[in-house]
């Protein structure tokens, strides 16, 4: 079997004297080399502002810069022209509910979300309920972590729904859903949707045609790229129908004293000096991903998934949220008798990195009546002996916490 730690230098860090060993990628992905040398390389070669200076090294900075944005659209399956960087999923859902939301929503306007929402892709929408009036309606969860279609059945009657924002895989369940038919319920009613594909994105290829998903936000921190970049995916003719959401330099064509023309797409939207070395190593990234190939990543996490739950599920003080089927190697765990803030500070301690609390998703917790989880979130890389010597440390630490 190869090993992709190697790729990681994170991951040769030793802690107490024990290897790094880390089940947090939910969080924040490690970085490869190949992304850490891209972002050194922009610095020691290039940095240089893009759409400006006529000088070679401008012209070098441009280049990678848009040349990572058509790896985004290659990767998704989107047109240059629809791909806006942003400085992440947030920023992206926040951009969709200010420049879209604010001009196409009125009062008693429904926006469904559902209850496996990350705060992200909440309270964005809360704000806009605050401001102008929306409704905001939630798609109930089963045990399993599937949507339950009584539920979707009920919002999709809803008359006044006008726009559906919902997450490709839950960042506490593991759930990867099936969207597409959900998505092309909404579009036979005129609902315009976006998709949170935060933690989608780094598990399975997606391609935003085939989704049918009007938006569509990523973060790149979570797909092996440096944090502070993002994409927002957004239908051209949305986009162009659609005010800028920020005002600056590099998003106008033409600024007067009393008025201003925006720029083309993408460039409306990308006001200001952008993170350059983010997106040109976000482009990096991807190629790193497309290099190890999907069908490897696929049935490695399947792999990791299926035996972190056969191993855990032989622990009778544990309990893990959401189902079995179409999960992500992403596990939250109850812990009976045991506070998930002392568990992972243990885990710390034997180098294990994982996290603990409500995952910016206290509405799903209180939903499913718990207040905190362990999370224990594993990407291809991670290996059996790491789950192996997880487990055991948790029997471990049990034993010391309740001695
Ligand atoms: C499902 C989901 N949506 C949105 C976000 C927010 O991402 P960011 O903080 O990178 O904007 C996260 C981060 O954990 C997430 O898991």
């Given at each position: 079997?190869?090993?992709?730690?190697?790729?990681f230098?994170?991951?040769?860090?030793?802690?107490?004297?024990h290897?790094?060993?880390?089940?947090d990628?939910?969080?924040?992905?490690?970085?490869?080399?190949?992304?850490?040398?891209?972002?050194n390389?922009?610095?020691?070669?290039?940095n240089?502002?893009v759409h400006r200076?006529?000088?070679?090294?401008?012209e070098?900075?441009?280049?990678?810069?848009?040349?990572?944005r058509?790896?985004?659209?290659?990767?998704?399956?989107?047109?240059?022209?629809?791909?806006?960087?942003t400085a992440?999923t947030?920023?992206?859902?926040n951009?969709?509910?200010?420049s879209?939301g604010?001009?196409n929503?009125?009062?008693g306007?429904v926006v469904?979300l559902?209850?496996?929402?990350?705060?992200?892709n909440?309270?964005?929408?809360?704000?806009?309920?605050?401001?102008?009036?929306?409704?905001?309606?939630?798609?109930?969860?089963?045990?399993?972590g599937?949507?339950?279609t009584?539920?979707?059945?009920?919002?999709?009657?809803?008359?006044k729904?006008r726009?559906?924002?919902?997450?490709?895989?839950?960042?506490v369940?593991?759930q990867y859903?099936?969207?597409?038919?959900?998505?092309?319920?909404?579009?036979?009613?005129?609902?315009?949707?976006?998709?949170?594909?935060?933690?989608g994105?780094?598990?399975?290829?997606?391609?935003?045609?085939e989704?049918?998903a009007?938006f569509?936000?990523?973060?790149?921190?979570k797909?092996f790229?440096?944090?502070?970049?993002?994409?927002?995916y957004?239908?051209?003719e949305?986009?162009?129908?659609?005010?800028?959401?920020l005002?600056?330099g590099?998003m106008?064509?033409?600024?007067?004293?009393?008025?201003?023309?925006?720029?083309?797409l993408?460039?409306?939207?990308?006001a200001?000096t952008?993170?350059?070395?983010?997106?040109?190593?976000?482009g990096?990234?991807?190629k790193f991903?497309?290099?190890i190939g999907?069908?490897?990543?696929?049935?490695?996490?399947?792999?990791?998934?299926?035996?972190?739950?056969?191993?855990?599920?032989?622990?009778d003080?544990?309990?893990?949220?959401?189902?079995?089927?179409?999960?992500l190697?992403?596990?939250?765990?109850?812990?009976?008798?045991?506070?998930p803030h002392d568990?992972?500070?243990l885990?710390?301690?034997?180098?294990?990195?994982?996290?603990?609390?409500?995952?910016?998703?206290?509405?799903?917790?209180d939903?499913?009546?718990?207040?905190?989880?362990?999370?224990?979130?594993?990407?291809?890389?991670?290996t059996?002996?790491?789950?192996?010597?997880?487990?055991?440390?948790?029997?471990?630490?049990k034993?010391?916490?309740?001695?």
């Open positions: 079997m190869i090993d992709y730690r190697e790729n230098p994170l991951l040769r860090r030793i802690y107490a004297e290897p790094l060993q880390y089940f990628n939910a969080a924040t992905a490690p970085k490869p080399q190949v992304v850490i040398d891209a972002v390389d922009y610095y020691n070669l290039h240089a502002n200076g006529p000088n070679f090294l401008a070098e900075a441009t280049t990678l810069y848009e040349d990572a058509l790896s985004v659209a290659d990767f998704i399956g989107a047109q240059r022209e629809e791909i806006i960087f992440g947030t920023a992206s859902i951009l969709v509910a200010r879209w604010e001009t929503l009125k009062k306007d469904a559902s209850r496996a929402e990350h705060h992200a909440i309270v964005p929408w809360l704000q806009l309920k605050e401001k102008i009036g929306i409704v905001l309606e939630y798609i109930d969860i089963n045990e399993d599937t949507f339950n009584e539920s979707l059945d009920k919002i999709f009657a809803q008359p729904l726009f559906l924002a919902i997450t490709l895989a839950s960042n369940l593991g859903y099936d969207l597409k038919p959900i998505i092309k319920r909404a579009k036979s009613l005129g609902v315009i949707s976006l998709v949170d594909a935060a933690q994105i780094s598990h399975r290829p997606l391609n935003v045609k989704l049918g009007d569509l936000a990523f973060s790149g921190h797909l790229a440096p944090s502070g970049i993002g994409v927002l957004g239908r051209q949305l986009l162009e129908d659609m005010s800028p959401f005002g600056g590099g106008i064509a033409e600024v007067l004293e009393q008025s201003y023309l925006p720029a083309e993408p460039d409306k939207f990308e200001g952008p993170n350059i070395e983010g997106a040109i190593a976000l990096a990234a991807i991903i497309k290099k999907w069908t490897e990543i696929v049935s490695r996490e399947k792999f990791l998934s299926d035996y972190f739950l056969e191993k855990i599920q032989e622990l003080f544990v309990q893990v949220l959401g189902g079995e089927v179409n999960r190697p992403l596990f939250s765990l109850v812990l009976k008798d045991l506070h568990v992972a500070d885990l710390g301690e034997r180098g294990i990195i994982v996290r603990a609390g409500h995952h910016c998703a206290q509405t799903l917790h939903y499913f009546q718990v207040p905190a989880t362990l999370r224990a979130s594993l990407s291809f890389y991670n059996k002996e790491e789950i192996d010597y997880f487990i055991n440390s948790l029997l471990e630490i034993a010391l916490l309740q001695s």
